[in-house]
């Protein structure tokens, strides 16, 4: 992820790393599954390359807690945390311009606008950093919830890949949560990420 922001910063647009974001491991410890935080890594990579403003998008089904804490105990101005939810693990609560928005498959893509219009107020960004989890996909056993279909998922990559063409915000993202089980085997997992890099292709010709 680091070597991803330095090549965002470098030359604009939009690169990506397939590999999770680590968003649970907090300041003193890891947490579920996540020895080390990678989302704040490529975060403190963006800031030691100069930049400014960081913001952290984060859709995986499952909050950011660990990334949160961390925002928490390092930074002040220079990053933003946006996080949309659809799962109670390592939920941490809103505080200031950092906003964790829980969803259900009722108001999902509702959420999704909503944090989005709430990150482009927070604005302007020198780069983001996306953490693109595919979990909250209705067959995926950990962290799935019914109603959020593989078009729901689609629509949610193409409204973030918008605000970053229509915000000039160079991006990161990351593949992160997708789980597979009795529902959805290794090619379904790939198959969800897909749309997540079709979008973002569009950065880069827009």
């Known amino acids: 992820m680091a070597a991803a922001v330095t090549y965002v910063l470098m ?91 829980r969803a259900d498959e009722d108001n999902y893509v509702a959420t999704i606008r909503k944090a989005l219009n709430h990150a482009r107020a927070c604005g302007p960004f020198d780069c983001i950093v996306y953490n693109a989890g595919m979990d909250p996909f209705e067959d995926c056993g950990i962290g799935g919830m019914r109603g959020i279909t593989r078009e729901v998922l689609e629509e949610r990559e193409r409204l973030v890949a918008q605000w970053c063409i229509d915000t000039k915000t160079p991006a990161l993202f990351t593949l992160a949560g997708g789980y597979t089980g009795h529902n959805l085997d290794l090619e379904g997992v790939a198959r969800l990420h897909l749309p997540t890099i079709r979008e973002f292709q569009r950065i880069i010709v827009s």
């Open 11 to 101: 030359n604009g647009g939009v690169a990506g790393s397939l590999s999770s974001g680590m968003h649970h491991a907090s300041y003193s410890s890891g947490t579920g599954y996540c020895t080390f935080n990678g989302c704040v890594a490529a975060i403190q990579r963006a800031l030691d390359m100069g930049a400014k403003r960081v913001l952290l998008l984060d859709f995986d089904a499952h909050s950011g807690g660990g990334s949160m804490d961390i925002i928490n105990r390092l930074y002040k101005k220079e990053v933003v945390h946006v996080d949309v939810t659809v799962s109670p693990f390592d939920w941490w609560k809103s505080n200031g311009e950092h906003k964790i928005y």
